[in-house]
């Protein structure tokens, strides 16, 4: 099983330890609802180093990231993070992604599950592209959060007066004059403000550590994949292998916005055209909350209409740490997908009432872009 670089520490601060996608990671400290508050009120911090980071360098890096993605790459300005997608032929999600725009490189970082997988499909386009240098950094870097309304604290302690707050999805690249190379960037996956610390191997226990003593006093805790999940959740956040499929296109998922569909040329691009001029996708991804206390819907139940015909399928589902009622997401017909329309949701044979409610279920109380 694969290991992070924050592995020891893990093990040596009590961490209940899962395995996810291939990864040995920490579930939870203290209790997955203990470091979801925690978040909610002060700040967590998340070991990230399961994810994939794919480098892309040479002569054609951005105009490939350009025509690999349907993100707006040619001609955006270098420090920023884009939220996309790598999408095959039929406009199908091979994974969710962000991508970082620098001068002379493109920085992919990918989901775990689909690391393999990712980065096999970025090399072999890469090499009918041309001119472009694909470079594996999943285990030469390393990779964390701090996320929170106190995230600032941790964030002052870790890189002391090179901290500069920045704007929501933008990066910083630190280095030079003695400094650890860094890169931080205003990202997240947990609706709260925060941001994602990247830096090699070998020296990113000692910004964690950093991070960790620096964040305590403010109530910064670390925090594990539980807590993680059920965050990003309450901000209607997808999670590939939930909202997010090898069928699932970004239009059923409600993400369409991430498209620029004004590019001449990205893989998927005519797909995902004939689909938004034919009306759109039959399907698509809504929020729901529950109308009476009871279990929770979990990934896979069925969803039924008021009538009790079949509707789709529950994505993801919890209850809710900080609204204290279940909520969820599900795959449902588009002419069940407003808000406000009455669904019912199939658990242990019985049928309990839901209803589409607006994302997100929860907002941060303020933004990036609201402190700078």
């Not at 290991?3 to 520490?9: E, F, N, P, S």
């Not at 996608?21 to 979801?36: A, D, K």
């Not at 369409?256 to 001029?277: C, D, H, Q, T, V």
């Amino acid at each position: 099983m694969r290991r992070t670089a924050l592995y020891a520490w893990h093990a040596s601060h009590g961490a209940t330890m899962t395995d996810f996608n291939g990864w040995s990671m920490p579930l939870y400290y203290f209790g997955i609802t203990t470091e979801h508050l925690a978040t909610r009120k002060a700040g967590g911090l998340f070991d990230l180093g399961h994810m994939g980071r794919i480098l892309l360098r040479g002569p054609r890096a951005h105009a490939f990231a350009d025509y690999l993605t349907p993100a707006p790459i040619a001609g955006a300005e270098a420090g920023t993070v884009h939220y996309s997608f790598l999408l095959d032929e039929s406009g199908c999600t091979i994974d969710d992604i962000t991508v970082y725009v620098a001068p002379e490189t493109v920085m992919l970082v990918v989901n775990a599950g689909n690391y393999d997988r990712a980065l096999a499909w970025v090399t072999e386009q890469a090499k009918a592209f041309g001119e472009v240098e694909v470079e594996d950094r999943t285990f030469s870097w390393g990779m964390f959060a701090v996320q929170g309304p106190a995230h600032e604290t941790a964030m002052q302690a870790l890189l002391g007066e090179d901290f500069e707050v920045l704007p929501y999805y933008r990066f910083r690249w630190l280095e030079g004059a003695g400094r650890v190379p860094v890169l931080y960037s205003a990202t997240g996956y947990t609706g709260e403000a925060g941001y994602e610390v990247y830096a090699p191997v070998d020296q990113i226990s000692a910004l964690w550590e950093g991070a960790v003593a620096g964040g305590a006093p403010a109530g910064i805790v670390p925090a594990g994949l539980g807590a993680r999940d059920s965050l990003r959740l309450e901000a209607a956040m997808p999670l590939y292998g939930h909202e997010l499929s090898g069928d699932t296109t970004p239009l059923e998922a409600g993400l369409g916005r991430f498209i620029a569909w004004e590019k001449p040329s990205f893989i998927g691009r005519e797909a995902l055209l004939r689909a938004r001029e034919e009306g759109g996708p039959a399907w698509r991804v809504v929020a729901f909350e529950m109308l009476q206390r009871g279990p929770v819907a979990r990934q896979g139940y069925p969803v039924m209409d008021e009538t009790g015909a079949p509707a789709g399928v529950v994505t993801s589902g919890i209850l809710s740490p900080t609204l204290q009622k279940v909520i969820g997401m599900a795959r449902v017909r588009s002419a069940l997908s407003a808000v406000g329309t009455p669904l019912q949701v199939e658990i242990r044979g019985r049928l309990h009432p839901a209803r589409v409610v607006k994302k997100p279920f929860y907002k941060r109380s303020r933004s990036h872009a609201e402190s700078v």
